[in-house]
C-alpha cells in the first residue's frame, strides 16, 4: 500500500517539474534577450565594454562550479538514504551560494570604487554588466531559498519519494543558474574590447 501511494506522489509531483522547466526555460530566453540586446547596442554605437573584467569574477565562477559538485554530492547522498550527508553537502553548497553573491557584490564594489564604471556611464555597453551580474544575482537568491527549502525537508520526516523531488527541483535549479554564470561570465570576457 505505501509503494502505491509513493506512486501517487511521484505522478502528482511531475506537473511541478514540468513548471520548473518552464520557468528555466523562460529565464533562459530572458539572458538571450539581455545579451542580444547587448549585441545590438554595441554594434550599433561602434563600442563594447573596453574594460577588463575583475579577477574577482572568475573567483566567484570557481565557486559557483565547487558548489555544483557539492548539490550533485547531497543528491546522490539523499538517493543513498545518507541524511546527515546530504544535509552536510546542502549546507556546503548554500555557504558557496552565499560566497557567490558576496563575491558579485565586492565585484560591482571593485568596478564602482577602483576603476570607475558605473551602471549610469557614457558608454551604456557597461552598464550591461551591472544587469547581466544583476539579474542573475535575483536568480542565486531565489536558488538559495530553493536550497533553504530542501535543506528544511532534509531535517523532517518526509516520504523519500518527497525527499528525492526536493533534491532534484533544487538540482534542476541551481545548476542551470551555475551554467548561466559560466555562459554570462564568457559572454562577457569575449566582449571586453
Known amino acids: ?33 539581455l545579451t542580444s540586446g547587448f549585441i545590438v547596442y554595441a554594434g550599433g554605437h561602434g563600442h563594447g565594454l ?13 565557486v559557483i562550479v565547487l558548489s555544483s559538485v557539492t548539490l550533485f554530492l547531497a543528491s546522490k547522498a539523499a538517493k543513498g538514504l545518507e541524511f ?22 565586492y565585484g560591482w564594489y571593485i568596478l564602482t570604487a577602483k576603476m570607475g564604471i558605473f551602471f549610469v556611464n557614457p558608454n551604456a555597453s557597461r552598464s550591461f554588466i551591472y544587469i547581466f551580474t544583476g539579474v542573475h544575482l535575483v536568480h542565486i537568491i531565489a536558488g538559495l531559498i530553493v536550497i533553504l527549502n530542501a535543506l528544511r525537508a532534509s531535517y523532517r520526516n518526509i516520504p523519500q519519494v518527497m525527499n528525492i523531488y526536493k533534491m532534484e527541483m533544487t538540482s534542476i ?3 542551470f543558474v551555475d551554467i548561466i554564470w559560466i555562459y554570462l561570465y564568457v ?3 569575449l566582449n571586453q574590447y
Not at 505505501?2 to 533562459?28: C, G, H, V, Y
Not at 553537502?89 to 557584490?105: M, P, S, Y
Request: proline letters at 3%; a positive charge.
Open 50 to 62: 573596453n574594460v577588463i573584467m575583475p579577477d574577482i569574477f572568475r573567483y566567484s565562477t570557481a
Open 173 to 175: 535549479f541551481w545548476h
Open 1 to 33: 500500500m505505501a509503494q502505491i501511494q509513493q506512486e501517487k506522489d511521484r505522478l502528482n509531483l511531475a506537473p511541478k517539474k514540468f513548471n520548473m522547466w518552464l520557468f528555466i526555460f523562460t529565464s533562459f530566453m530572458l539572458f538571450a534577450a
Open 187 to 189: 559572454f562577457l570576457l
Open 84 to 105: 546527515k550527508k546530504q544535509r552536510l553537502f546542502l549546507w556546503l553548497t548554500f555557504a558557496l551560494g552565499v560566497t557567490f553573491c558576496g563575491l558579485q557584490i
